[in-house]
């Protein structure tokens, strides 16, 4: 099941579990729609994959799967040429 963390890791903009505007890599790494296009042109910056939109867990499964509420802030590494 997938986290969804509920920022993004370079500008820390907050990023609802309903969000359109959150995309992720297989790692779940995840980054607001302006990020991922205009900084990392959708490339994880951590692990060089694809980042795809997210998807959004229906309201009702929330009270029964929580989003995350662990904050991921790393706007030193977000750049687009990735580390491993």
């Known amino acids: 099941m997938l986290e969804l963390r509920?920022?993004?890791e370079c500008c820390n903009t907050d990023l609802p579990p309903s969000s359109a505007e959150?995309?992720?890599c297989?790692?779940?790494?995840?980054f607001c729609a302006s990020c991922t296009e205009s900084k990392l042109r959708f490339?994880?910056?951590n692990c060089g994959g694809d980042l795809?939109?997210?998807p959004a867990?229906?309201?009702?499964?929330?009270?029964?799967?929580p989003a995350s509420q662990q904050r991921v802030f790393k706007p030193?590494?977000?750049s687009?040429?990735?580390a491993v």
Request: aromatic content about 10%.
């Open 26 to 30: 297989t790692f779940e790494c995840t």
């Open 76 to 78: 030193a590494g977000c």
């Open 57 to 65: 867990r229906p309201a009702h499964l929330l009270v029964k799967y």
């Open 22 to 24: 959150a995309f992720i």
């Open 80 to 82: 687009n040429g990735h």
């Open 6 to 8: 509920p920022n993004c």
């Open 52 to 54: 795809v939109r997210r």
């Open 43 to 45: 490339k994880c910056p």
